[in-house]
């Protein structure tokens, strides 16, 4: 069965850093893509990043370009998020999610998500 | 505000069916496959539909997608209690990023 199980989020000044993790069980993580979406507290899904399985293509949105990173270790079977710059707006809870293949790509698994709070 | 648009909220009795739209453009649901997300309250995002109008294992036929041009729609038929929830298309963009819908809450009357 696939677990994704996030980490790592909390309470941060604006300004500050975090990095979120995700560790992967249940499937071979180094088969597949893998995303972070975020939903800020009561707001819709918001894609925020994308890596393929050999980290050879990495995707951002505009939103936070130049401020997060996505990386990941396959020998770990996780993925992570470095967020710096942190704003007010980033508040959110973050989900990782597994990227499938069949005739086009979707995000086919979610873990339960970390909240992060950017405030003073 | 989201590029796909979905209604912020519809309603039905038990029993009865409803259907949620989802409206993009030429560069991501007019030449891309579809997914469908349930939300429960409180919960992660589940998968409901994928490629437009196939079902992953342990999904009930009441759920069906379709795609037509730029739009795709989510019908839920034989409405349960247990359907409450917040609905979300996605897709790929040619942009090369992954597009959500703004999300549709759907309340079981």
């Known amino acids: 069965e696939v677990h994704l199980v996030e980490s790592g989020g909390g309470l941060v000044k604006p300004g500050g850093s975090l990095r979120l993790s995700c560790a992967a069980s249940?499937?071979?993580?180094?088969?597949?893509?893998m995303n972070w979406v975020r939903q800020a507290p009561g707001k819709g899904l918001e894609w925020v990043s994308s890596?393929?399985?050999?980290?050879?293509?990495?995707f951002y949105a505009e939103s936070v370009k130049g401020r997060f990173t996505i990386s990941r270790d396959n020998a770990k079977d996780s993925l992570y998020l470095q967020m710096n710059s942190l704003r007010a707006e980033d508040t959110a809870v973050y989900y990782c999610?597994?990227?499938?293949?069949?005739?086009?790509?979707?995000?086919?698994?979610w873990g339960q998500g970390t909240l992060v709070t950017v405030s003073s | 505000q989201s590029v796909l648009t979905q209604p912020p909220s519809v309603s039905a009795a038990p029993g009865q069916k409803v259907t949620i739209s989802c409206s993009g453009s030429?560069?991501?649901?007019?030449?891309?496959?579809v997914s469908w997300y349930q939300q429960l309250p409180g919960t992660a995002p589940k998968l409901l539909i994928y490629?437009?109008?196939k079902r992953p294992s342990g999904i009930p036929d009441r759920f069906s997608g379709s795609k037509s041009g730029t739009s795709a729609t989510l019908d839920i038929t034989g409405l349960q209690a247990g359907d409450e929830a917040d609905y979300y298309c996605?897709?790929?963009?040619?942009?090369?990023?992954?597009?959500f819908g703004g999300g549709t809450k759907l309340t079981v009357l």
């Open positions: 999610a597994r990227e499938q293949y069949g005739s086009s790509w979707y995000v086919d698994y």
């Open positions: 249940g499937f071979n993580f180094n088969n597949y893509n």
């Open positions: 890596i393929s399985y050999s980290s050879g293509h990495i």
């Open positions: 030429s560069s991501n649901i007019g030449n891309n496959y």
């Open positions: 490629e437009n109008s």
């Open positions: 996605g897709t790929w963009d040619r942009s090369l990023v992954w597009m």
